[in-house]
């Protein structure tokens, strides 16, 4: 979303000090140790921070069910900077997630004015038809658009009711003047990013969002809200092992067992209980003490560790009981790599990064004028040798053209020496993107007829 987060993700980015964003945002590193069979996306550091991956990565591990869920603006045309992120899902779906794709349809509407019609054609045939040509596998993937399921409406009403103005203001910086279209859009991306935890869109599973990290704040408050949702908090005690406690809601006080004039009700807080107790002892917990009269549970027994399952099952009591039992949502962040120019890339400037559509003759011409690592002349750049951390064709050749890693480590070392010129090493990528692009036109071709097989079915 345009001018929704004060912190610019792209300022950083020339002197590519990403430990620095991280660290504004309160990002933990990622540990590339922890991810099996590393992908390129990885291995490239395309993916530099992360909120809650150990949960998916865990899952991935064991071989249990998560989502995937992405979201596209359908407006503008796709290119480069946009595949980050399918690849990034790509890489998750080939890990065992169930992917869902939303088509922010609703939010092109309220902040860029697109009509749903024309967003639907946009959506179709800009972007699905590349995520297929992309490689997503249309059995695992469902594609919805925001204006067809209530049911994202509902939970982005619903999460509302959590949060309010002051907290948008410090989120997103809105003041009065805030178009209000600009308000709704993150509540109902809210209800895009939990929804598919519903019963009827997969149920309680973990769902990891990969992000350019200018859509953190949206995670944030998406991940904030949900906490504020959940009946039992799951802490770490003082003493070692963890504590329960209740969160007593509007919404569930008969069920905490607090009568309308705020005194406990013995009874009915002592049947909760019980019931958190066969929960737990079902998944290994035996050793408890209760005090019903404070709404908690310590579990000495437990570790850190443990705080995952026992979470999932709480969830699961959660909802039988009426609750809506959901789990904040992991994220992954993509770099965000340069523009051709040497500035940032950008949709509405062709000349700073090349689309899914392009011809090979438009993507030359731009790696042509790219910006360029290379020396002056030709005689200073044998002595000095080109600059790849500056090189735009090196760096498309590192993040999307060439798959090989003794291939790009090879090219990086003679263009650093200064073996090849400025203008054969764009040559080189010229030839890769090429490739890339040809492949990326055959595959969309063979898509065409059979898009639908992505939509889901409340598409129509
Ligand atoms: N706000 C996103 C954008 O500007 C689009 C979007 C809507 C989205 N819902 C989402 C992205 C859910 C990720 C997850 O592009």
Redesign the pocket.
Known sequence: ?AGDSRIDPWSSQQSTDYERIRDNFGLSDIELSKIPNPSLLHRRGIIFAHRDLDTILERIKLGAEFGV?????PSGKMHLGHSMVINQVKWFQDQGGDVTV?V?DL?ALATRNVSLEEGRKIAISEYINNYAAMGLDPDKTNVYF?SRRPEVQRLGFTLGQKTNLSEFESIYGFSGETNLAHVQ?PL??AG??VHPQLDKFGGLRPIV?P?GVD?DP?IRLTRGLVGKTNWFNVKKRKSGGLTISLSVQEENKSVMGVSPNGGINRDVRIQLIEKIKSCLAKIGFADLIPNPKHGTIEIPGATSFDIGKIKLSLLALERKIGGMGLMPPSSTYHRFVVGMTGDKMSSSKPETTIFMHDSIEQMSRKVRRAFSGGQATVEEHRRLGGDLSKDVAYQYLQYFFEDSDEELESIGRDYESGRILAGEIKQICIDRAAEWLTDLSEKRNQWTDQITDFLSKDSE
């Open positions: 979303m869920l992405t979201g596209l603006m939303t922010a939010e925001q859009a109902v991306q895009d990013i969002v992000v859509q949206h």
